[in-house]
């Protein structure tokens, strides 16, 4: 790899391009970081920050697991009755348990007596118990007043419901809130959040966490505003939809849990009084979630730790995210994409600002390395920050910037030594000698405005001169175009005869490029009237120049081959310029403009609106304008007569031709008669079929 020596200043110059390219890496890459695979990549990331730095020691031992897992399905009877379930809850409560809730969903009644559903709504209303129902978006129950919370809402975007399945009438009776898990998972299919308020017909249903943590603070109230949900003194920043991000602790397992059976057990040993199996001072003033963990039961749900955790797991963690206000914050985008800029910008000046490129690129990954390092210790505070695309930003900063410092300067000289002989503009051409970096060689895509002009009746002109004659007469013409063209910052493309190609915006980029181009449009028109009085004075006929002017997108570049091209522009809206032109012929105008010229030089000149058409070559309709002067030099006369055409034409597009064909004829000018003898034309044509009318005229010559 070789040396790049340069001076302070050159030195200066290649850290401030390759900062350009970090910019620009960063700036295409964040445009793209919403799409599923920066999403999914990042989603993985989290998962390997939680599996990095698992905090099983900061679960929360209040919250308790009561399982019907693999073990007690092989000694309890199967379908479990519902017996069982009353006397746990009973025992439960009789150990002081804070609230209770089952995230099991009892939507049929008992297989085994009617009177079991009675009892279990019955023992459920004595303590603080929640049960759970599914939400849905159709075909369902409707929601019972105990699925609905009192919230006070400012501003939120939440998810909707309009249906559920509830427990059966004689168990949901005695719940004191039903809760809601359904819920979705992440596109990746992990559960990663949890919703937690759902809006519904009959008002906001809670998540069974929600509800859970809800019953164990003793009904406190609990209010949103946009992304802040507040339940008592806990206050959560949530996502949109007013989702949780959970921050898990570890694997399944993470929480105290005891198997369904140990807890029949101990009833049974209550009965016959022998000692109670089970540590009963854990369940005071405790959380109880009572769910499903065996396989066969089919409630496991993907989580960042395991492919297969039980759901009630994934309660457990949101209920101790809530309780504890211990989950993951995930910083704006906006700071995703400050961090992605300083990587890159840190890069690129690294890689940049030693002369030995090799060693420049290791140095430049110091900051994408101490990025992720800070990533993860943040992750450890309970912050998400995005890595994937803010790392991948500086590692293809030092690879694009990498190749640009090894091939950039000898091609650069050698395109803009080129590119200089092939400009017909001496300033243009010291500006951007000054300044290479305005020059794109190849197309580069710009919003401009061209200019195209054309002498009507030169032919018959110069049939009529010796050689010589016409030779000084075109010379002085177009020296006298091209000076105005030039001072006014525009960019001489070509000469075709006596027409002249130009436009603005390029090598040099000029917000003002429409005006520019409208005032050296009314410069020539001026300059040519004076050719005309010398030319009239000498014996010859007058010039009449028709000018067309187009502002829009186009490729603006050296087109060619390798050994010959020009700088010039391409494109529908250059092609538009042309038409534009020749165009003028058809109305008696001299300067005609399409919309967004117009639009973009309308508060400094005067327009006058002629007409909606369709030109050769495209299909989509153009509304043209007539350039009349500046707006300063515009007078009474001129202001009544824009306002008679602008009332003529609008009766010309709703068809009322006779209407308009009179005020047409009053006018008197050139062009208005023009339009009065379109209407007589139109009102014969579309005497019958006037729904046919779109307003818009159909060129049919270039």
């Not at 603006?556 to 020009?566: A, E, H, L, T």
Request: net charge negative; aromatic share 8%.
């Amino acid at each position: 790899m070789s040396n790049l020596h340069l001076s302070p200043g050159g030195k200066l110059m290649r850290t401030l391009k390759v900062a350009l390219i970090g910019s620009l890496v960063t700036a295409s890459l964040w445009s793209l970081s919403g799409f599923d695979f920066f999403e999914n990549f990042e989603r993985s990331t989290l998962d390997l920050r939680f599996r990095l730095s698992p905090t099983p020691n900061d679960a929360d031992s209040s919250i308790i697991l009561v399982l019907l897992d693999g073990g007690s399905m092989d000694v309890l009877p199967w379908p479990l009755p519902r017996q069982i379930y009353s006397e746990t809850l009973s025992m439960l409560q009789g150990w002081g348990t804070r609230a209770v809730a089952f995230d099991i969903l009892f939507d049929v009644p008992s297989v085994y007596s009617a009177v079991e559903d009675s009892v279990f709504g019955r023992v459920a209303s004595v303590g603080s118990t929640a049960f759970v129902m599914a939400l849905l978006q159709r075909e369902g129950s409707e929601i019972p007043d105990n699925a609905i919370i009192d919230v006070s809402i400012d501003s939120a975007d939440l998810d909707s419901a309009w249906y559920c399945t509830p427990p059966t009438q004689m168990i949901a009776r005695g719940a004191e809130i039903l809760g809601s898990t359904s819920d979705r998972q992440d596109p990746d299919g992990v559960f990663r959040s949890v919703r937690l308020l759902t809006a519904t017909p009959e008002g906001i249903a809670p998540s069974l966490p929600v509800a859970l943590v809800w019953l164990a603070l003793e009904r406190p109230d609990i209010t949103v505003n946009n992304d802040i949900f507040t339940m008592g003194d806990i206050t959560l920043r949530t996502s949109g939809n007013c989702r949780l991000q959970l921050a898990f602790h570890g694997p399944a397992g993470t929480y105290t849990s005891i198997p369904l059976a140990d807890l029949t057990a101990a009833l049974n040993a209550r009965a016959t009084g022998q000692p109670c199996p089970v540590d009963t001072t854990i369940f005071n003033e405790a959380i109880v979630l009572i769910g499903y963990a065996a396989p066969a039961l089919y409630d496991l749900k993907p989580t960042p730790y395991s492919p297969q955790c039980p759901g009630v797991e994934v309660l457990a963690t949101a209920v101790d995210n809530i309780l504890n206000e211990n989950y993951i914050r995930r910083y704006p985008s906006w700071v995703s994409l400050l961090m992605a800029l300083v990587i890159s910008l840190l890069a690129a000046l690294f890689l940049s600002s030693l002369n030995r490129i090799p060693l420049g690129a290791l140095l430049a990954v110091l900051p994408t390395l101490l990025f992720l390092i800070a990533s993860l210790l943040l992750f450890r505070s309970g912050i998400w920050l995005e890595t994937v695309w803010p790392a991948t930003s500086g590692i293809l900063t030092i690879l694009a910037g990498g190749i640009f410092l090894f091939s950039s300067e000898n091609r650069r000289k050698q395109e803009i030594r080129s590119a200089f002989s092939q400009y017909l503009s001496p300033d243009v051409v010291a500006q951007v000698t000054e300044h290479p970096e305005t020059l794109v060689l190849g197309g580069d895509k710009r919003n401009m405005t061209v200019f195209f002009s054309d002498i009507w009746g030169f032919t018959g002109i110069s049939e009529k001169l010796a050689p010589e004659d016409l030779v000084s007469l075109i010379n002085h013409y177009l020296t006298t175009m091209t000076d105005i063209i030039l001072e006014t910052g525009g960019t001489v493309d070509k000469f075709e005869g006596d027409a002249i190609i130009a436009f603005w915006g390029a090598p040099l980029r000029l917000e003002d490029h429409a005006l520019r181009a409208c005032s050296a449009a009314l410069r020539c028109h001026e300059a040519h009237t004076e050719m005309n009085l010398m030319l009239v004075q000498e014996g010859y006929s007058e010039l009449f120049t028709r000018i067309g002017l187009s502002t829009g997108d186009m490729v603006v570049g050296n087109m060619g081959s390798s050994k010959r091209f020009d700088y010039t522009v391409m494109g529908s809206t250059v092609n538009l310029g042309a038409r534009l032109e020749g165009a003028n012929k058809v109305y008696s105008t001299s300067i005609m403009v399409q919309e967004d010229t117009f639009i973009n030089a309308k508060d400094e000149f005067i327009f006058r609106e002629l007409d909606t058409i369709r030109v050769i070559g495209q299909q989509e309709p153009v509304t043209i304008y007539e350039l009349k002067c500046r707006r300063n030099e515009i007078t009474d006369e001129l202001q009544a007569a824009l306002r008679e055409y602008s009332e003529a034409l609008a009766l010309y597009r709703k068809g009322e031709f006779v209407d308009a064909e009179c005020i047409f004829s009053g006018a008197g000018d050139p062009t208005s008669l023009i339009m009065a003898q379109r209407c007589r034309i139109m009102a014969e044509e579309y005497a019958a079929n006037l729904e046919n009318w779109d307003g818009v005229f159909n060129l049919s010559s270039k």
